[in-house]
């Protein structure tokens, strides 16, 4: 794993998010994952994806900073869309949101082991009902 690049590879699993190619996750997850800290799966990720983008079509996700020590990877993200279905509580109204994304990452082997995110929905209700 010498020349394993660990920002190279969030940056290629960014970009696989965005083009929602979730079928590819398998070349960023292992199998089995904690997940939010609780055990999990590369299929109950998947899910959770397509859960966001069944309520929020175009969801984008954006790296604002990202930090990295060793195998742990720590990111602030830019997330936007415009919410078709509810989603982290809020009703669709039309509205676009830009929130906030915190997402902490322990890589093994080359994929992800541990992934845990919170993302600011307290700020994207009050865009969207403002």
Sequence with gaps: MS???IR??????????????FDRMDEFVHDDIVMHS???????????????????PDF?????????NGDTLAVRLRNTGTPAKEWLGAAPTGKAFEI???????VRDGKFLH?????DAETMQKQLAG
């Excluded at 799966?41 to 983008?53: C, K």
């Excluded at 984008?60 to 990295?68: M, R, S, V």
């Design 100 to 106: 906030v994304e915190y997402a902490i990452y322990r």
């Design 38 to 56: 609780e055990p999990s799966t590369r299929a109950d990720l998947v899910a959770q994806l397509h859960s966001i983008t069944d309520a929020v």
């Design 8 to 21: 190279d590879f969030y940056n290629r699993y960014i970009e696989a998010l965005n083009a929602h190619q």
């Design 3 to 5: 020349d394993f690049n």
């Design 60 to 68: 984008h996700w954006e790296t604002l900073e990202i930090a990295i």
């Design 115 to 119: 992934m845990s995110a919170i993302h």
